[in-house]
């Protein structure tokens, strides 16, 4: 089997890693520079690593020490997160600005030094500060030690990965184009040859396609034209094997799908657009790459895959329903069954009062209607060296006020409260967290991501969470694991952690 990483951002074939059985220190130099791109029939400047749209691949095996020195050559003040690594003890080197950092100015360096324990698969990073992850992000690639099978079947013959994002997400504009590997497709303008990516295979053989939503705000529906995809691995954990036509990838999840190029050889087209259930205007078009067999003249016309609708709910329910841990007693499924501490969280849309902003007002973002306050130093570094006044540690386990939160959109008394406010777990607690959307100007999807830790999707649901109901359906036996997950339009999802690791 041959491993494939897509950013519906990248696909290239990777090398294989030094075969050497003791942990290694990978090292790698980061350039944070601006480059012209030409996408679309111009040219514009967007932020980098190396030049390169997407950036580098970061190549590690489980148990590695990872130490990547990233010099600030931009303009913008950078930092980079490491998405999904654990970081056990280790905040410093996460990565968000203001929160474990203090950004990277311009012309100065910092080195992120970490370890690889107890993980391998596919995660990414990107930029943590302003919008700037659009263009800075790539994969981190981690393969389990020599001598480790893959728990599936078919084993890889080589490595390569596969980036899926979007270059521009809805917050502030409708984007102009989905990429995959950082190239929209032929259906774009100006983009026929130099602008679509393809990926050459051989008739037979059978490949790890690594994807990565890189996008800022969309979920995307994938698929490849006349193959089946077998999904074993979500955000760098296996799960229980499944064969699907198409799948649904939420920013900052990571999907690994293993496929047999067993087809007529020709040249097929893989597909990516968003998933929108809400009322909001999206951009649908459709993002192309090429599935090319060897031997096959450029000249054959692709076939389309056939990607579920823009809205298709049913579809995505279906989908999620198959995500499960793979629960061995190599890879368990540590599930809390018991409950130290219940938090109940709201997202929600709000307008808050703006002198300078277009009609006095300005579109925020809260959850338990509280938005925060982006602090001026970091907030570990607060917290380590005992700084006061930077942070409240009031933030509330539920709503102040409870309201019917998926009833009729609500469009009056939409501010906020403001702060910099946190929730102070006990070590080694058991957290269960239901993330609630909101009708607050409208519903909407939301990506929410655990730094430092990965937890279990326990539930979700449609309308109200029913505290009394609803936990009698959870999956506490092998529901899947992940770092990030997406609320879904008009409902909820309940997950649960243990939090043991301090600083995150």
């Known amino acids: 089997m041959i491993v494939f990483y897509f950013t519906i951002v990248a696909i290239s074939v990777s090398l294989l890693l030094p075969t050497t059985a003791e ?12 480059k012209n791109v030409s996408r679309l029939c111009h040219a514009k400047p967007i932020v980098t690593v190396n030049g390169r749209y997407p950036g580098p691949t970061v190549y590690a095996r489980e148990g590695d020490r990872v130490i990547i020195n990233v010099t600030n050559h931009a303009k913008y003040n950078m930092s980079i997160h490491w998405h999904g690594v654990k970081q056990l ?17 311009s012309g100065n360096s910092y080195s992120y030094d970490f370890n690889i324990t107890g993980q391998r698969g596919t995660l990414w990073w990107h930029a943590h500060i302003l919008w700037l992850r659009a263009t800075v992000h790539g994969a981190l690639v981690i393969m389990p030690p020599l001598g480790v099978p893959y728990p599936f079947p078919n084993q890889p013959h080589g490595e390569a990965e596969l980036n899926q994002g979007n270059t521009l997400g809805l917050p502030p504009n409708m984007s102009d184009a989905h990429t995959i590997n950082g190239k929209p497709g032929p259906l774009f303008p100006c983009s026929q040859d130099k602008h679509t990516y393809a990926l050459e295979v051989e008739w037979g053989k059978t490949y790890l396609l690594r994807i990565i939503n890189a996008a800022l705000n969309d979920e995307l529906f994938f698929a490849i034209a006349g193959h089946n995809m077998t999904v074993v691995e979500i955000d760098a954990v296996y799960c229980k094997p499944f064969t699907t036509d198409a799948l649904l990838i939420a920013p900052g999840q990571t999907t690994n799908v293993i496929v047999r190029a067993n087809r007529a050889p020709g040249r097929y087209f893989m597909a990516t657009r ?15 790459a090429i599935l090319q067999y060897k031997g096959v003249p450029t000249t054959i016309l692709p076939l389309l895959p056939r990607l579920p609708t823009p809205n298709d709910t049913d579809f995505a329910g279906a989908y999620l329903d198959k995500l499960r841990s793979l629960n061995t007693p190599q890879f368990p499924a540590n599930v809390p069954l018991t409950v130290d501490r219940r938090l109940f969280y709201t997202i929600g849309l709000g307008m808050n009062p703006c002198a300078t902003c277009v009609n006095g007002t300005r579109l925020t973002a809260s959850l338990n209607n509280i938005t925060f306050v982006m602090p001026t130093i970091g907030l570990l570094q607060a917290h380590y060296f005992g700084i006061k006044g930077v942070f409240r540690l009031d933030f509330p386990d539920k709503p102040v006020t409870a ?21 102070k777990v006990a070590f080694n607690s058991t957290v269960e967290l239901v993330l609630q959307d909101t009708n607050l100007l409208t519903v909407e999807s939301h990506p929410f991501h655990l730094h430092g830790y990965n937890f279990y999707v326990v539930g979700r649901g449609i309308g109200n969470f029913d505290p009394a109901k609803d936990p009698a359906k959870f999956n506490l036996v092998d529901p899947p694991e992940r770092n990030t997950v997406g609320v879904p339009t008009g409902g909820w999802t309940a997950i649960r952690f243990r939090a043991d690791n301090p600083g995150n």
């Open 23 to 34: 942990a290694a220190v990978k090292k790698y130099q980061f350039d944070v520079v601006v």
């Open 89 to 105: 003890r280790n905040g410093w080197a996460d990565g968000p600005a203001y929160i474990t950092q203090c950004p990277i100015q």
């Open 274 to 288: 968003p998933f929108m259930d809400a009322p909001i205007p999206v951009d649908n078009k459709t993002a192309t």
């Open 403 to 423: 309201f019917n939160y998926t009833g009729a959109p609500l469009t009056a008394n939409l501010g906020t409260s403001k702060g910099t406010r946190l929730s």
